[in-house]
C-alpha cells in the first residue's frame, strides 16, 4: 500500500450556500483555489496532483500556476463524488490510493496528507486527520469536530462541540478534523453507491454517510496547532490573519 501510487484530487465548486464563490474568493492577493493547489502540490506526497471544477474559472486559475485542471460534471452533490468521478477516468487506473484535499483547505500540513494516506495503509476503509482544538473555537459551528475510539478511529464528526463538557470543568479535549480523506479506489467507489444518512443531512457533512452505513475512518492525530480553513467570511478573515503574521 504505502508503495501504491497516490492520486490526489482538489474539488471545487462555485455554488458554496455560505461563502457564495469561495474557490475564487481572494486570500492575501490571489484566488483561493491557488492556494490550496499550490500548498498541497509543495506537500511532495502525490505523484499526480488535480483540481476537480465544473467551472473554466477554477480550472483557469489553477493551470495559471501550473497545477492541472480536470473538467468535471455540474450535477455533483458532494466533494466525494466530484472527486470519485476523476478517481474513474481511465488515465487514473494505476493509482492505488485517492486523496480528497479539500479545496477550502489552504493551509492543510503536508502531515495531514502523509497521516490519511497511513491510515489507509493501517486498514481503514479511509483516512483522514485531526488536530487539538481549544474549547472556544469548538463552539464554532464552522469547525468541524471528529470523537476518537481508543483505536484512533471516527466515532462522529459534529459541527457542535463534541464531546459534550458535562461537568464544565474544561477538561474535555477536542479535535478539529482536518479537511483531506484518503482511500483505495475500491473504497470510494462504495461510498458513492451508500444512501444519505438523517445525521449526514442534518449536520451537512458528507462523510457521516461513510460511518452511518459501518465503513470505518482512520484518524491521524498530529500534534500541530489548530490552522484555519474557509466556511465563512469571518473563517476568510482569520486566514487573512494567518497570512499576515507568517509575513505572506
Known sequence: MLADKVLGVIPARLGAERLPGKPLRPLGGKPLIQHVAL??????????????SDADEVLAAVEAVGVRGVKTRGDHVSGTSRVAEVAALSEFADFGVVVN???????????????????????????????PLD?????RPSVVKVVLDEMGRALYFSRAPIPFDRTGGGGVRYWQHVGVYAYTPGALALWMTL?????????KLEQLRALGHGM????????????PGIDTEDDLRRAEAHLASEGR
Open 39 to 52: 500548498n498541497a502540490l509543495a506537500s511532495g506526497v502525490f505523484d499526480q496532483l488535480v483540481v476537480a
Open 101 to 131: 484535499v479539500q479545496g477550502d483547505e489552504p493551509f492543510l500540513p503536508a502531515a495531514a496528507i502523509r497521516g490519511a494516506v497511513g491510515e489507509v495503509a493501517h486498514g481503514w476503509d479511509v483516512g483522514t486527520a485531526a488536530v
Open 135 to 139: 474549547a472556544d473555537a469548538a463552539q
Open 195 to 203: 444512501p444519505a444518512t438523517g445525521p449526514e443531512e442534518a449536520e
Open 216 to 227: 470505518s475512518i482512520g484518524v491521524a492525530r498530529l500534534n500541530i496547532a489548530a490552522l
